[in-house]
């Protein structure tokens, strides 16, 4: 597996990562596994976030609210 090689790194293998990354929907992950300094995994995650999702909004508000003590 030449072409996966950690120590030369192939076109082939840049090309393989390049698409993971274009695979990745908004939120994810590109996993890369090397054994014997040969690339022999890629795995993508995406992530659907919920409607729940931590707000950066709705934590300033809550932020915002809190008194200091007098």
Same mark, same amino acid.
């Given at each position: !597996?030449k072409?996966?090689?950690?120590? %030369? @790194?192939?076109?082939?293998?840049?090309?393989e990562?390049?698409?993971?990354? %274009?695979?990745?929907?908004?939120? /994810?992950?590109?996993? @890369?596994?090397? %054994?014997?300094?040969?690339?022999v %995994? @890629?795995?993508?995650?995406? @992530?659907?976030?919920?409607?729940?999702?931590?707000?950066?909004?709705?934590?300033?508000?809550?932020? /915002?609210?809190?008194? !200091?003590?007098?």
């Open positions: !597996m072409d996966y090689s950690t120590k %030369q @790194i192939s076109k082939r293998l840049v090309e990562v390049i698409k993971a990354l %274009q695979n990745i929907r908004g939120w /994810g992950s590109v996993e @890369i596994f090397v %054994q014997d300094s040969e690339v %995994q @890629i795995i993508e995650r995406n @992530i659907k976030k919920t409607t729940n999702s931590f707000n950066g909004a709705s934590h300033k508000k809550s932020v /915002g609210t809190a008194k !200091m003590g007098s």
